[in-house]
């Protein structure tokens, strides 16, 4: 099946840092998506960018699918962006996304 | 607007009994559904996901399985858990479009 992988697996940043997560994976996807999980569980969609680039406040994300690998940056970080980054991808349409391992981030103040 | 919701929210089992988590979506039709679990400081596996009522496709061989008895309801169930069991347990929901929505998980532990 196909790898998703996520480098770095942990981070640890002063607020105010900016950084920079990575996803790659093994195959052609048709869909990418990026999530962040807060510390009490819950998951929330960041980003849907199967290709190209998108922002979202201190949030963007860049894929290049040609290159099989998404880039997601965070400016000016925060302490409520503490928590875990998740990228997932899907291969067909109308199947399931599969999740990388995640990148633990903690912003401290 | 749509909703999905996730019950019980915690759990603690003891070995060998039987599970039930249940997860329903508002405001919506036929949606595809799915459940995924979350071991400690792990990533989230797929374990089951659903396109249509009584069509489930397993990901993972396991004691879990899954049914879809109406159109915005999905179950998880296990006649009998194992210790490896214990997890967060989060239910999804996507329609239209790409992006999918996650339940507010189970916690569960099995002792």
């Known amino acids: 099946g196909i790898q998703v992988e996520q480098s770095p697996p942990d981070l640890i940043l002063q607020e105010g840092a900016n950084s920079t997560l990575r996803c790659n994976f093994s195959?052609?996807?048709?869909?990418l998506q990026w999530f962040h999980q807060n510390p009490w569980g819950q998951l929330i969609n960041l980003f849907y960018i199967p290709s190209g680039t998108k922002q979202n406040g201190r949030l963007s994300a860049t894929t290049v699918a040609t290159e099989r690998y998404s880039l997601l940056y965070i400016s000016s970080s925060q302490t409520t962006d503490s928590g875990v980054y998740f990228c997932?991808?899907?291969?067909?349409?109308?199947?399931?996304?599969?999740f990388g391992k995640g990148t633990t981030l903690s912003v401290s103040s | 607007s749509q909703t999905i919701h996730q019950w019980p929210a915690t759990l603690v089992q003891p070995v060998g009994s039987p599970l039930s988590l249940e997860c329903t979506v508002e405001?919506?039709?036929?949606?595809?559904l799915y459940w995924y679990r979350q071991a400690a400081g792990r990533g989230l596996q797929l374990l089951f996901y659903s396109v249509g009522i009584g069509q489930i496709s397993s990901e993972v061989p396991q004691n879990l399985s899954a049914s879809r008895p109406q159109d915005r309801q999905f179950i998880l169930s296990s006649k009998k858990l194992l210790l490896s069991d214990s997890g967060f347990y989060l239910c999804a929901w996507r329609f239209s479009g790409n992006t999918i929505y996650f339940g507010e998980g189970s916690w569960l532990t099995v002792v």
């Open positions: 997932a991808v899907e291969l067909q349409a109308g199947t399931a996304l599969i």
């Open positions: 195959d052609s996807v048709n869909n």
């Open positions: 405001g919506t039709s036929n949606p595809n």
